[in-house]
Each structure stands twice: as C-alpha cells, then as structure tokens.
C-alpha cells in the first residue's frame, strides 16, 4: 500500500512559477512509476508530467512541455512538480498518482493504483 499526500497548492499569478510536492508512506514508493494528474471543474482528469520509478525517463504533453518539470527523491519518499510560467488554463486541483503496473512511463489515469487527495492551483491572470 502506498499513501500520497499533495502540498504546495496555492493562488500564483500568470507568468509565476510553483512546485507541488508528493510525500508517500509505503516502502513500495521508490520502485512505482508516478504520474500528477490535474482537474479542472467540469472537464476529465488529465495527465500534467509522468515519471519512471528511478526517475530515468520523464513524460510531458504539449501543453505543459517546457514549462513543467517532473522529479523524485526516492530517499525523501517525495516527487516534485515544477511549473514556470503557469497560465490561468493551468487552473485546477493537482493528484499525484502512483502505479504497481512496473516500469515505464504511464500516461492514463485507469492505470494508476494510488493517488493523493488532490491540492488546489489557481492562476490569476
């Protein structure tokens, strides 16, 4: 079993920068890929960056590429999201997600295993 917690959330203005941290409880944590994920009210959850368990490979759609960067610190139990020069469109609640399906990079919600209770991002313009 893993536990996820999402912090960082917070009111940034468009053009800022944030960092989102995922502190997880489990031994398991360091060997599962991960994945944030965001929602915005009335639209589907959607991938934001996705990273393998040794952190060796990263994934990011076009609308977040070159602006989000994803990493983890195995020994701190802990993934990261960096996000420069955040729009109002980056708006939502952020999940981390983790998943036991084994290595590689994994970019669709049902396969995730394990998420947090989500953290609030709002950009005002």
């Known amino acids: 079993q893993v536990q996820l917690v999402e912090s960082g959330g917070e009111l940034a203005q468009a053009g800022g920068s944030l960092r989102l941290s995922c502190t997880a409880s489990g031994r398991a944590f360091s060997s599962y890929p991960m994945g944030w994920f965001r929602q915005a009210p009335g639209k589907e959850r959607e991938l934001v960056a996705a990273?393998?368990?040794?952190?060796?490979?990263?994934y990011y759609p076009d609308s977040v590429k070159g602006r989000g960067t994803i990493s983890r610190d195995n020994a701190k139990n802990t993934m990261y999201l960096q996000m420069n020069s955040v729009k109002p469109e980056d708006t939502a609640d952020y999940y981390c997600?983790?998943?036991?399906?084994?290595?590689?990079?994994?970019?669709?919600?049902?396969?995730?295993?394990?998420w947090g209770q989500g953290t609030q991002v709002t950009v005002s313009s």
């Open positions: 990273i393998t368990w040794n952190g060796d490979r990263t």
């Open positions: 997600a983790a998943t036991s399906r084994g290595g590689g990079i994994w970019t669709r919600p049902e396969f995730y295993d394990y």
